[in-house]
């Protein structure tokens, strides 16, 4: 619904420590814009700073590289006030991410002028419309497939979005 009428020229993917989702929803969301024929910059970040410089989860590595996707050279980063300029779209994993992102946005002290939208990741997926995508951080291998399923799927729905304009 947000960036329907044009394809963003960069794209920022946020969780809550940027080690399982985020990281994962990155690698994906690039590898599936370039089939796309997309050029989009797309990067990751988590809202929390307990990560800050580490490798995405080893979990969500090993469950990425079965699928194709390598993510262990990413590093993990805290969302800052640069990103609502510096992005067009800021897509949040979940409810509780995006109104995180909404109270930093809220505290920005300039204009709203050149302000990344903001949105839920799911927001467009006719299949998990609106639904959030789980942490795995605290459950069990079957989490992460499931969250590469929705990331999948969600990632393509925007990216169909944009190719439909």
């Not at 044009?6 to 990155?26: D, F, K, M, Q, Y």
């Not at 980063?77 to 946005?105: G, K, S, T, W, Y």
Request: hydrophobic share 40%; proline share 4%.
């Amino acid at each position: 619904m947000i960036m329907k009428t044009c394809t963003p020229s960069s794209v920022l993917l946020v969780c809550l420590g940027n080690i399982c989702r985020s990281p994962t929803a990155e690698e994906i969301f690039r590898q599936q814009a370039a089939i796309a024929g997309l050029s989009i910059k797309v990067d990751s970040a988590g809202t929390g700073d307990w990560h800050i410089g580490h490798a995405p989860d080893e979990r969500a590595q090993r469950h990425a590289k079965a699928h194709g996707y390598k993510i262990n050279k990413l590093i993990a980063r805290q969302v800052n006030e640069n990103d609502f300029r510096n992005f067009d779209l800021i897509l949040a994993m979940d409810a509780q991410n995006l109104a995180d992102l909404q109270a930093i946005e809220n505290d920005l002290a300039d204009t709203e002028n050149n302000r990344a939208k903001l949105a839920l990741f799911s927001e467009e997926d006719p299949t998990y419309g609106g639904d959030d995508v789980p942490d795995p951080y605290k459950g069990g291998e079957d989490v992460f497939e499931e969250v590469i399923e929705r990331i999948e799927s969600s990632a393509r729905a925007w990216i169909e979005s944009w190719k439909a304009r």
